[in-house]
């Protein structure tokens, strides 16, 4: 059975541009998150979709954004980029049937911003 | 709100003793409780959860952890550390009512030969 995918595994963007990342989850999950890693804040979360339905936000602008197609799979989309948001971008599926459910991460999209 | 809290930024074992990363959580309802592994450069592996039931669980790689309810804490535990078991793990709590997961900050592993 196939991971989650993440693509692209690594990119370079200048400050004011925007970027798209794009989320395959696991094959008949659901529940797609978006969490965003750096050295300082840890693991943030950013958004969480079910059926094409954003159903949780996390404290982050306005710039940060996302969706989720009818086959599961998800994009974030970070406009007029900053430093600040050099991070690792990481993905996760879940089944999200039940309150049980783990997540299961890809390998994440690491965004640096120069 | 819920949240976790891992105290210890790095934890160092010499191979073959026992390894403790420490975890307390803090959610208004029912907890549960997550803990994943991170190595360089990859996105995070699950270890285990603990949702109901026996307060301790058993997870991959010989890994197990303890729920302890009235200290609010989800210990992870090994009872013999190997080499490769170097890594950053973190503790994630989620409230049953929340579809999100809340991380510890992690702690970094060294286990050395």
């Known amino acids: 059975k196939a991971g989650v995918t993440q693509t692209p595994r690594y990119l370079i963007k200048t400050r004011g541009q925007q970027v798209t990342l794009s989320c395959s989850p696991i094959s008949g999950h659901r529940s797609v998150s978006w969490y965003q890693q750096t050295p300082g804040q840890g693991l943030q979360f950013l958004f969480e979709y079910f059926s094409e339905t954003q159903r949780n936000k996390g404290n982050f602008p306005g710039r940060f954004s996302g969706r989720q197609f009818s086959n599961s799979r998800s994009e974030m989309n970070v406009s007029t980029l900053e430093l600040g948001d050099s991070a690792l971008y990481l993905c996760?599926?879940?089944?999200?049937?039940?309150?049980?459910?783990?997540?299961?991460f890809g390998e994440g999209s690491r965004l640096t911003v120069l | 709100a819920q949240s976790v809290a891992q105290p210890e930024d790095q934890v160092n074992v010499a191979e073959g003793n026992p390894l403790t990363v420490k975890c307390t959580y803090s959610v208004s309802g029912n907890p549960y409780l997550f803990w994943y592994v991170q190595y360089p450069n990859r996105g995070l592996q699950f270890l285990l959860k603990?949702?109901?039931?026996?307060?301790l669980v058993k997870g991959s790689y010989g890994f197990e952890a303890e729920f302890n309810k009235s200290q609010t804490s989800f210990h992870l535990k090994k009872p013999s550390a190997l080499v490769s078991d170097s890594a950053l793990y973190f503790c994630a709590v989620r409230d049953g009512s929340d579809y999100k997961l809340s991380f510890g900050a992690g702690t970094t592993v060294t286990v050395r030969a």
């Open positions: 603990y949702i109901t039931g026996d307060n």
């Open positions: 996760a599926s879940s089944l999200w049937q039940s309150d049980t459910g783990e997540l299961f």
